[in-house]
């Protein structure tokens, strides 16, 4: 009975096994157990099925099945009509959906491509009006440099982790670099819910934050920092003169304890810092950046009173 099951497409009479599955026409015990399933896998279960059984029988099975869908109730044009539009507000509405997001990801670094384009018009013009002779750039008319545009002292760059968990790793490393280009100027550098990792923090450290940088607001909340960006980062905190606000809460991956004071000892060196934003599990260290938040505003509350009374 074996062999002949193995070595043959013809189910033998007495076999109870393979003539359960002949109840359906998709190899099933029951008819109900193919509802709900995709034209893929109906299919994948009708092939496997053709494997086991006769040709004759397979096409009493499929006269069966055509009995079963002729006498099965027909769609009306307005039934018809109306799953069209629903089926087309479907796909429209994820065609709007893909489309903001590809918008979305062209227009990340509108700012830095503008900037880069009028670059590229001044060495143009600059290379042009060096070539020709000495008499004719004498009797033309030079033109006056365009005023650069001052950086942008507000950067927020939020809300974007749907474009970069598309990007590949390259051109990941392209926007950590313009990120940085941008933080390197601002006042206000502000990148939530980007997804960004250890690895900018590296970038970050290396091309910004210099004690000579006018950073004011640093806000990276709601990302992917770990351990070893945020130790990378308590290392620049205490040189970056004009901080005074950082906010690093909600990272997907957790900081250990010894981390989190490093953190904090980095915050406490630098006496700017009175507005703090750090995720911390015991109660000690919460106690203690409350504890340096007060501290450093007393600090600068007194050069405040100083400086009124030399004045």
């Known amino acids: 009975k074996v062999n002949t099951l193995v070595n043959t497409k013809v189910v033998p009479e007495n076999s109870t ?9 998709f190899g099933e015990e029951a008819e109900g157990t193919a509802e709900g399933k995709t034209l893929k896998e109906k299919m994948a279960m009708l092939q496997n099925n053709m ?10 099975r499929l006269s069966r099945q ?19 539009k629903m089926v087309q507000a479907v796909v429209g509405r ?15 670094f509108d700012d830095e491509e503008e900037e880069e384009k ?3 018009e001044d060495i143009k013009e600059n290379e042009g009006n ?6 004719v750039k004498s009797q033309e008319k030079v033109k006056a440099p365009k005023p650069k545009k001052a ?45 960004l990792d250890d690895r900018f923090i590296e970038v970050l450290v290396e091309g910004a934050l210099k004690p000579e940088d006018p950073l004011e607001q640093l806000i990276l909340e709601s990302n992917k920092i770990g351990n070893r960006g945020l130790s990378m980062l308590a290392k620049a905190i ?37 507005k703090i934003g750090v995720d911390v599990t015991n109660d000690q260290n919460r106690r203690r950046m409350n504890d340096i938040s007060m501290k450093h505003s007393e600090i600068k509350r007194k050069k405040r009173l100083a400086a009124r009374a030399a004045k």
């Open 51 to 60: 494997k086991n059984v006769s040709k004759v029988q397979m096409k009493k």
């Open 151 to 195: 950086p942008k002292m507000d950067i927020n760059k939020n809300n974007n982790a749907q474009i970069f968990a598309r990007l590949t790793d390259k051109k990941k490393e392209e926007a950590y670099r313009k990120f940085v280009k941008m933080c390197k100027t601002a006042k206000i550098f502000s990148a939530t819910n980007n997804l």
């Open 130 to 135: 060096s070539e020709g002779s000495t008499i």
């Open 17 to 25: 096994v393979i003539r359960e599955k002949k109840e359906s026409v």
């Open 66 to 84: 055509e009995q079963t869908l002729r006498s099965a109730p027909t769609l009306t044009k307005e039934e018809r009509a109306e799953r069209t």
């Open 118 to 120: 009028e670059e590229m």
């Open 238 to 274: 205490p040189h970056l003169k004009n901080l005074h606000t950082i906010r690093l809460r909600n990272q997907s991956v957790k900081a250990s304890v010894p981390v989190q004071k490093l953190l904090l000892d980095a915050i406490d060196a630098n006496e700017n810092i009175t």
């Open 94 to 108: 994820r065609m709007s959906q893909q489309k903001a997001i590809t918008d979305a990801e062209a227009g990340l």
